[in-house]
């Protein structure tokens, strides 16, 4: 069974920095696509960053300029790393990984719980 693995949550001050990992197992083939979801209390899920096998990368509106997605194939890992972090940033981020470009991958992590303090 497909797993992500994800790590790096936690308590941070605003302005600061976090660095967010998953990591796949059980998977016999590369994904297409992979990157981050969030969730905050009361809010619509959204996504924060995705990336295609080739690096292409697309980021959520709040994330541009301050959060940098990357992958490493061979290790069928994505990182996140996310600077400048604002309290709006609080919620529970989700990794995803599928074979389509631009939409929501069918593997989901169990989530992890960042929290931007003012």
């Known amino acids: 069974q497909v797993q992500l693995v994800e790590s790096g949550g936690g308590l941070v001050q605003a302005g600061g920095s976090l660095r967010l990992s998953c990591v796949v197992s059980?998977?016999?083939?590369?994904?297409?696509?992979m990157g981050w979801y969030r969730q905050a209390p009361g809010k619509q899920r959204e996504l924060v960053a995705a990336?295609?096998?080739?690096?292409?990368?697309n980021y959520g509106d709040s994330a541009k300029g301050r959060f940098t997605l990357s992958r490493d194939n061979a290790k069928n890992t994505v990182y996140l790393q996310m600077n400048s972090l604002k309290p709006e940033d609080t919620a529970v981020y989700y990794c995803n990984a599928g074979q389509l470009v631009g939409v929501p991958g069918r593997f989901w992590g169990q989530g992890i719980q960042i929290t931007v303090s003012s």
């Open positions: 990336i295609t096998a080739g690096g292409m990368t």
């Open positions: 059980g998977s016999i083939f590369m994904f297409n696509a």
